[in-house]
């Protein structure tokens, strides 16, 4: 068992299954892991503290103002101590309350101080989980960056059947495993990555350009997913609006020439992914001075290519990633021509973005992606915020990094 030694935090809310937050702490002091306890005021209804405390061996958390504890301040030293949160069950209500940004009582005030991942475990009806209001705070919640494992399906304590059962024990358990695997691994060696991001400009002379409209969103996202997972990231970032990410080394460049310097000058790394639009061509020269326009016809503006930055990286003999990635932008035939570029440069996984319509992909908050690896085998991710998306093209590098494609089988 590779889960031990690690200090849990279980928030246990109010639902029928919160009895089985008993059973996980036991399987995680078990494995030698501490577990503290906040019970929450429903969750009161179904589970004693004594009953938690017997199982914990530590006190258990109920109140936010705390006339025995009040001079540590729960609320901060109990997420500073967690090296995660879990909540479970999690309710319809309280994923409310943390789309909200609630600090009304003690759970929800440590969740919202904490710096510390959260694991939500929803536990519902059916109906209630499938709620539009429910789904909608999911949605938010993920973009938060709050982790989720369930619900599952299967006959629930109403009686009814569907989407909403908690996830057991054991497979919290099991998740909780390779969360902190995938933590160790990159922890211990000392992963390094570079993200390239946003559009470039080519200049046609001093003050016009040929570029996209490319916001970075996307990498920019990605590189701070990596960088929570624990992994060194440079991001090369062509021309952006984005404020800089604190705690991630940034590169800012204008051309794709200029990008791919940087990109150089950084190498060697184990991880590159490309989430950059680079102009394809540029000006074979650029006017020393502005255009005049006391012509009616500009003719012809000649381009020539730039250097593919993705295919550099993915032929380079002497310091190639170990995992490239590169995205395909593509309005038809996703995957075939994801698939394709994939080849031609050599890419290890492809990010087929479907950028067919302006509601994702380009300058928007949201995207829809199809992770494609060389082995052929296609993860689909539906709509969503490209925070979501990018947490999860990261769990699926690190993932291939590491166990080599087996979230793919
Ligand atoms: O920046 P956002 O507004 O958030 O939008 C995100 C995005 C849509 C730009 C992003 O998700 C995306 O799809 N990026 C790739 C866009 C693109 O230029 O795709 P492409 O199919 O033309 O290029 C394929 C790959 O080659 C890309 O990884 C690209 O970075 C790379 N490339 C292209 C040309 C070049 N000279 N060098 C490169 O490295």
Request: aromatic fraction near 8%; charge should be positive; include cysteine.
């Amino acid at each position: 068992m590779s889960l031990k030694n690690k200090k849990i935090l279980i928030i246990v809310g109010g639902g029928i299954a919160a009895y089985k937050s008993l059973d996980l702490i036991r399987l995680l002091k078990k494995n030698n892991n501490e577990v503290k306890s906040i019970l929450t005021k429903s969750g009161r209804e179904f589970v004693t503290p004594l009953s938690i405390t017997t199982l914990t061996k530590s006190k258990t958390f109920e109140d936010i103002f705390d006339k025995n504890s009040e001079a540590e301040i729960d609320h901060i030293s109990l997420s500073r101590w967690a090296d995660i949160i879990i909540v479970m069950p999690t309710t319809a209500n309280f994923m409310t309350k943390l789309s909200a940004g609630k600090a009304e009582d003690l759970a929800t005030t440590v969740i919202l101080a904490s710096n510390k991942d959260v694991l939500l475990v929803p536990a519902m009806n059916v109906r209630m989980w499938l709620h539009k209001a429910t789904q909608i705070n999911l949605k938010t919640l993920q973009d938060f960056g709050y982790l989720f494992i369930g619900p599952e399906k299967g006959e629930m304590a109403c009686g009814e059947y569907g989407e909403g059962k908690m996830s057991s024990p054991k497979q919290i358990f099991s998740f909780l495993e390779n969360y902190f695997k995938k933590r160790n691994s990159v922890k211990e060696r000392k992963l390094k990555a570079i993200v390239t991001a946003g559009p470039t400009r080519e200049f046609i002379d001093p003050v016009r350009y040929i570029s996209n409209e490319s916001s970075g969103k996307q990498g920019y996202e990605i590189a701070v997913a990596l960088s929570k997972m624990g992994v060194k990231t440079t991001l090369i970032s062509g021309p952006t609006n984005i404020i800089f990410q604190k705690g991630i080394r940034t590169k800012k460049i204008t051309t794709a020439e200029e990008m791919l310097e940087e990109v150089k000058k950084s190498l060697p790394v184990d991880i590159a992914i490309c989430a950059a639009a680079v102009s394809d061509f540029k000006p074979i020269s650029k006017s020393t001075s502005k255009l005049k326009k006391n012509q009616d016809n500009l003719n012809s503006i000649k381009l020539k290519k730039n250097k593919d930055i993705v295919e550099y990286l993915g032929k380079n003999n002497k310091f190639r990633p170990k995992l490239v990635v590169g995205f395909a932008a593509e309005t038809e035939n996703l995957n075939k021509n994801a698939f394709t570029k994939m080849k031609e440069k050599n890419c290890d996984l492809i990010i087929a973005n479907d950028v067919s319509e302006a509601d994702k992909g380009f300058n928007s908050d949201f995207n829809k992606v199809n992770i494609i690896s060389n082995n052929g085998k296609i993860i689909q991710i539906k709509k969503n915020k490209k925070s979501y998306i990018a947490h999860k093209i990261v769990e699926v590098v690190l993932n291939k990094f590491f166990v080599d494609d087996r979230n793919f089988n």
